[in-house]
């Protein structure tokens, strides 16, 4: 399914959508996806894991539609497109502690250090992704830019996830873990990719 917000919905408004209404039992176990690309983690999640449910947020159009398409043409209603900038729409859309994992997959990596601002793994984002986990919950980072992964590390960890790897280090690819889009390459080509696995303190 797919919802879609007004682009000028003001920005305190509250969104947040009745997920036990929409998802039943697996608004329990509801998971987070920021940046789904073309959507092969998505996809490949809402098959392996009927019993729990994914929300996919994607800031393009098309990528979104595209996503939303595929996982309706296979009877996925464990599976929630959102088009819309994840960084102001997460905040509203899920209650404080309500989610059982985020996933960022190869977030865009803004080369120029006068971007790095934009980089969505910021100190602000780091606390909001911290609050909206629940006691347990996990941060499934991972990124093919290293720098990118040396900063985000002590940055999250400042703001209170635990790392099951040791400060800073990061953590080895579980086995049978689904690969994103950009990953399925990688793993054919043999590129690194680094990954952190972060946990909120129960
Ligand atoms: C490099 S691609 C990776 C896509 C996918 N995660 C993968 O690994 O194949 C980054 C994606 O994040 C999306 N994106 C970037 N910033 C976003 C934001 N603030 N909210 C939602 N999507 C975002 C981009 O549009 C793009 O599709």
Known sequence: ???SFAD???LAADL???WRALLGARAGELELEIGSGHGGYALAFARA???RAL???E???KFAAD???RARARGHDNLVVICADGRLLAPRLFAAGSLAAVHVHFPDPWWKRRHHHRRLVDDGMSQLLFGLLRPGGLLDFRTDVEAYAAEAAPRLEAVGFANGAGAGRYA???EGEIPSTREKRYLATGQPVWRLRLRRPG
């Open 1 to 3: 399914m797919i919802l």
């Open 8 to 10: 000028d919905a003001p």
């Open 16 to 18: 947040r959508p009745d």
């Open 49 to 51: 894991h009927p019993q």
């Open 55 to 57: 929300v996919a947020v």
């Open 59 to 61: 800031q393009r159009r």
């Open 67 to 69: 996503l939303e398409a």
């Open 172 to 174: 080895e690819r579980p």
